[in-house]
């Protein structure tokens, strides 16, 4: 099972990163100028999730730091943050709670693969690769809760974390829902469907705030605001929430802007482009195209301007809030 869903995963990264179902190519008609990513890594780009990237020296990039002081030891993948505290797990086995200067902090003993978690205090929020969510006890060593879905034979590569706070976590699942776990009650409180398709349908971007809560998988967005539900049906690669509004990628190389309730306020094509990654920063959107262009996107006039990249094809990407970082180079946008 788990050899089969890495590699739908795989055939999956390749489509998002390589766009290998598309047979023209992304010409631009302006290029307005060039646009360097000049910053290098130690190493180039190994392994990526939602949260972190690996480096081939194995130093660890994350969502919420970029480049940390961590260096994994062979064989371990990284799972979630939070602060200066890392999970991180050996293949499908034991899981270590680590801390900067890798110490390490707890030992957890584990016989699954883990697919996605989320980290807070002393708490683990788990989506295990037999679809089971987890939620985990780390001082005490003790599972709290987990329950069961259905398993699935094909995923996205792409795969949303758990939300935690004092009273819920908020679970993305692999069949395309979103599970709603109440610490208090010890249970699934709410089960919200994003999408029924039967492939490639899991979770890919959560966010919430109060009471609004919105998902996306590769085929829909959805939105929920104080129960009522809103959707936006779209083949898409990526989505980011920024100021109220719902940015989405494109897979037939459109850049959408939608509002909180998923109502298209604006769009730009760019035929035949593979977009990849999303960075919003002062009002800007930029966004990388296979072919080794950077798309900058001014959000007051939603006009593109297209930047010639030195970037190489076809190799490995990570951002967080503020950068792309590309196979052994970045860049920090402001």
């Given at each position: 099972?788990?050899?089969?869903?890495?590699?739908?995963?795989?055939?999956?990264?390749l489509a998002i990163f390589a766009g290998c179902s598309s047979k023209k190519h992304f010409k631009p008609e302006i290029i307005s100028g060039k646009m360097e990513f000049k910053d290098k890594l130690s190493s180039p780009i190994q392994s990526v999730s939602r949260q972190g990237a690996i480096l081939?020296?194995?130093?660890?990039?994350?969502?919420?730091?970029?480049i940390t002081p961590i260096v994994l030891e062979k064989g371990y993948r990284f799972l979630a943050q939070d602060g200066d505290s890392y999970a991180i797990q050996k293949q499908c086995d034991e899981i270590l709670i680590v801390r900067n200067g890798n110490e390490k902090l707890h030992k957890v003993p584990f016989s699954s693969c883990v697919l996605t978690a989320s980290l807070k205090g002393d708490k683990l929020a788990m989506v295990l690769i037999d679809n089971t969510l987890v939620y985990y006890d780390i001082a005490k060593q003790k599972e709290i809760f987990s329950q069961k879905y259905p398993n699935v034979s094909a995923i996205n590569s792409y795969l949303a974390s758990p939300l935690m706070n004092d009273s819920y976590v908020i679970y993305p699942d692999l069949e395309g829902k979103i599970l709603i776990y109440s610490i208090a009650q010890n249970k699934i409180v709410k089960d919200i469907l994003v999408s029924s398709d039967k492939f490639f349908n899991n979770v890919i971007y959560l966010h919430a705030k109060g009471e609004y809560l919105l998902g996306a998988t590769a085929k829909r967005v959805s939105a929920i605001i104080n129960d009522k539900s809103f959707k936006y049906d779209v083949d898409l690669r990526d989505v980011k929430f920024y100021n109220d509004k719902v940015y989405v990628l494109g897979i037939d190389g459109e850049i959408l802007e939608l509002d909180h309730t998923l109502k298209l306020l604006r769009k730009v094509r760019l035929p035949f482009a593979v977009l990849s990654g999303i960075v919003i920063q002062n009002d800007t959107l930029y966004t990388l195209e296979k072919g080794g262009y950077v798309i900058v996107l001014n959000l007051k006039d939603f006009a593109p301007l297209v930047y010639k990249s030195n970037l190489s094809k076809k190799k490995s990407l990570f951002y967080t809030k503020d950068s792309i970082f590309y196979d052994k180079v970045y860049k920090r946008f402001e």
């Open positions: 099972m788990m050899r089969k869903l890495l590699l739908f995963a795989c055939l999956c990264s081939r020296d194995n130093t660890l990039i994350t969502l919420e730091n970029g």
